[in-house]
């Protein structure tokens, strides 16, 4: 199979090799975001019955392996950096397919769960506030979704430097929180001799089922890490500094994520239920620190809102792709503002799905929902690097043999223990997918849909 392109004409211009090996773990870092275990904490000590940590470490250890495989790839695919093109391109055009369409639920699902997410601690802010405490759930997600949808339309985007300084200022409230976390922990007397080993592992609770049930969502803590691999053609030294970066981003955020929850659960103990699931993380902080709640829970609104915008204008933009090439009516889907350049029938049919699927799932549903494409997606991609590295490869080394197969068969058990309502729904999304893909190819045997991020519109 012909992977390698053709040599670019001389006189073309190119992108400035400039990123260093710590700018790309600093992006990754910020993509990814070092709050990002807060908003599902709650969801995983309910899910894996208090053992939070646990359930980070072995979900970092997935992610270290498919790490390996998707900076592998990128030195394969240097301007493609998606499972969809490693996935269609190493092993089989319709499996690519699949892979894609499962990144298409990726996309659909993130701004769905970032509006349940920002409605709900918006919710707990509002109670004590005359004006806004009687307003219910519906009401939020209704005014989140059209402020995604309305900023959207508008064009409106963060810049890298305000970007780079919401990143550190969800730094400085971590470190505020240990600081507080350190003295409540040391400052209350501790008589259980096994009270800072419990977080790992509780006998009383423990239930391998439910661990890996629980480490099946704490996924969503390292989701992103791969687009490290989409800036390869500015970074120094390529094939040297995309790999090593996205392993080093996976354990940067493994470890710090570890450590907060780990703070976490010695503050709040699983045996005690939480106010709120969902914002579970904010009433451990006030715990600690009464002004903590409202410090940390704004910083997790202004993140979750961050993130929610952004997820929704890449599923815009993704669909604006599948409308311009034909597999989408092109008339809606392959529109663009001619003002502001963005897709804006898109934009608004996401915000609106996204709004319905607010209405009717919970958040912990939402992230195992989303789960279930990223992990499809992630063994896919361990499999092509198995396939190009070892499979078709003369000299068969086992640091080609065993990451990828390691990487391959954790995240197929981390799906597998995905919840039964999750994995319903997936299937049906997967089935319907495969339909339409069969009928828009003529049973696979046409041009396949392209699933890539088309380059925005200037």
Request: hydrophobic content about 50%; proline content about 5%.
């Amino acid at each position: 199979m012909e992977t390698t392109s053709a040599p670019a004409v001389s006189s073309a211009p190119r992108l400035r090799r400039t990123l260093t090996l710590w700018d790309l773990i600093l992006y990754g870092v910020i993509v990814i975001q070092p709050v990002a275990p807060m908003s599902v904490f709650g969801v995983l000590s309910d899910r894996g019955h208090g053992h939070v940590v646990t359930t980070i470490l072995i979900a970092m250890v997935a992610m270290l392996f498919t790490a390996i495989s998707y900076g592998k790839m990128a030195r394969a695919y240097p301007s493609a950096g998606s499972a969809f093109t490693y996935v269609g391109q190493e092993i089989n055009p319709a499996l690519g397919y699949v892979t894609g369409w499962s990144m298409v639920m990726d996309y659909m699902l993130n701004p769905m769960i970032c509006i349940i997410w920002c409605s709900q601690i918006a919710r707990d802010f509002a109670r004590g506030t005359p004006v806004v405490q009687s307003l219910p759930y519906w009401a939020w997600a209704v005014f989140f979704a059209a402020a995604f949808t309305g900023l959207n339309i508008q064009g409106v985007k963060t810049s890298a430097r305000v970007n780079t300084g919401l990143a550190a200022g969800m730094g400085a409230v971590i470190v505020l929180f240990f600081l507080a976390a350190a003295h409540y922990i040391f400052g209350h007397p501790h008589s259980d001799p096994d009270f800072f080993l419990r977080p790992f592992y509780d006998r009383d609770l423990w239930n391998t089922k439910a661990v890996l049930g629980g480490t099946s969502i704490a996924v969503l803590t390292y989701i992103g890490f791969d687009g490290i691999s989409t800036l390869s053609e500015e970074a120094e030294n390529p094939r040297r500094n995309i790999l090593l970066a996205t392993v080093l981003t996976c354990l940067v955020i493994g470890i710090l994520s570890a450590v907060e929850v780990y703070a976490a659960q010695l503050i709040w103990p699983a045996t005690q239920p939480f106010p709120n699931v969902d914002t579970a993380f904010t009433y451990v902080a006030g715990r600690v620190w009464a002004p903590l709640f409202g410090i940390l829970g704004f910083t997790l609104l202004v993140a979750n809102f961050g993130s929610g915008m952004g997820a929704q204008l890449g599923a815009a933009r993704l669909l604006y792709g599948m409308g311009r090439s034909n597999a989408l009516p092109k008339s809606f889907f392959g529109a663009v503002d001619p003002k502001r350049h963005v897709p804006r029938n898109n934009v608004i049919f996401v915000g609106v799905i996204a709004l319905v699927g607010a209405f009717l799932i919970s958040y912990g549903l939402g992230a195992e929902m989303l789960n279930f494409g990223a992990l499809i997606a992630f063994m896919g991609v361990n499999l092509a690097a198995f396939m190009r590295y070892f499979v078709r490869e003369d000299k068969k080394k086992i640091t080609n043999f065993f990451p990828p197969l390691a990487g391959f068969f954790i995240c197929l058990l981390l799906w597998l223990n995905l919840s039964r309502p999750a994995k319903i729904v997936g299937a049906i999304w997967m089935g319907v997918g495969i339909a339409f893909g069969a009928i828009k190819t003529r049973g696979f045997r046409g041009n396949l849909i392209d699933f890539e991020l088309p380059p925005e519109e200037e």
